[in-house]
């Protein structure tokens, strides 16, 4: 008796479904979007916070960033107290490579957006750095093609310049740019490699739209004092940062002609303090992400339950014959 009930009720729920298909496909739609939304919301989540990561993967673990602003603030000190620093200089670099017995190798770099030309054709908006030679042994540069600058390069302000695959798809369609000139801000530079390309993500280019030129060059075509500037030390192998940092503000303050009891106006920064922060972050994004994902079951849950509410009104006659005949609460339930 129990088994016929149950495969009748199975048939008439069957049957139920295919007679109200708009009433199925609603019911399946509530329950697929919150799915839906659940999934899609954490992959953005993820997706966002892994490219922002990517971002600094090129910047080696062992470098400290010597600037006029710290990556992180503290809530107890006032903006304008870093507004007021002055930025580091090349002769800053210069002055502290012999300064650090546990630095590696001592890099600046500064910039701004520059426009490349060659021809006719022309690259807006492309972000032209102006390094030192030692900026290659603290950044993985992708070089995929030429080389990087050379000492005498450097030394002389060779006009020269390593292009992002961006620029160059742009402004060299025929693929032969090594050997090639272009004009980087109305100054023509002959175009020594070409860096790999990254693609486009979520939060930028990559170097694909990068220009790189020797530092003595950039000083002919920018004002390095209007500009954002940075001291790359590099730890050399088997110094903490710890230890590089202590040497870097001792041998700097000096240089900045700052007095024992002076506070230090400049900021050493590291590439861990910048992922702890993007953690932190994203840890409270999450919360948001639980909420967006939840309140998207619910709805879905509502859907469900007034789609049941209308079926079980339309068969209450038919639940209490099965009632009547002896059907048990769970299985008169199929018949929904």
């Known amino acids: ?23 199925t496909f609603l019911s399946l739609l509530g329950v697929m979007i919150g799915i839906f ?31 006029k602003m710290p990556w992180t603030f503290s809530s107890d000190y006032p903006w304008w107290k870093y507004a007021l620093r002055n930025d580091p200089t090349l002769e800053d670099a210069e002055m502290l490579q012999g300064r650090l017995p546990s630095a590696r190798s001592v890099a600046f770099q500064t910039g701004s957006m520059a426009t490349v030309v060659k021809g006719s054709s022309s690259f807006e908006g492309a972000r032209l750095g102006a390094v030192t030679l030692d900026y290659l042994d603290a950044i993985e540069l992708d070089i995929a ?10 030394q002389a302000a060779i006009p020269v310049v390593l292009l992002g695959r961006q620029i160059v798809d742009r402004l060299f369609p025929n693929g032969q740019a090594i050997g090639q000139t272009c004009t980087v801000e109305g100054r023509t530079a002959r175009v020594i490699g070409i860096l790999a390309q ?4 979520i939060v930028g280019e990559g170097s694909d739209d990068l220009a790189l030129i020797p530092v003595s060059f950039g000083q002919q075509m920018l004002n390095f004092k209007a500009l954002k500037t940075s001291i790359l030390v590099r ?9 590089l940092r202590g040497e870097v503000i001792a041998a700097y303050r000096p240089i900045r002609r700052l007095h024992p009891r002076d506070e230090t106006d400049f900021a050493v920064n590291e590439v861990e ?14 919360y948001g992400v639980w909420f967006i994902g939840a309140f998207a079951i619910l709805i879905g849950c509502f859907s469900v339950a007034n789609i049941m509410f209308v079926s079980v009104k339309e068969r209450t006659p038919l639940i209490g014959v099965q009632k009547a005949l002896g059907a048990k609460r769970s299985l008169c339930w199929l018949s929904f």
């Open 235 to 243: 730890a050399k192998e088997g110094v903490d940062l710890e230890t």
């Open 145 to 154: 093609e030429g080389r990087f600058f050379s000492p005498r390069e450097v």
């Open 1 to 23: 008796m129990t088994r016929r009930l149950f495969v009748e009720s199975f048939v008439q729920a069957w049957q139920s479904l295919i007679t109200n298909r708009l009433r």
């Open 273 to 286: 303090m910048l992922t702890a922060f993007i953690d932190v972050l994203f840890g409270r994004v999450e």
């Open 198 to 201: 990254e693609g486009t993500s």
């Open 37 to 67: 939304m659940i999934t899609a919301v954490f992959a953005v989540s993820d997706s966002l916070e892994e490219n922002i990561k990517g971002i600094f993967s090129s910047v080696r673990s062992d470098v400290l960033f010597v600037e």
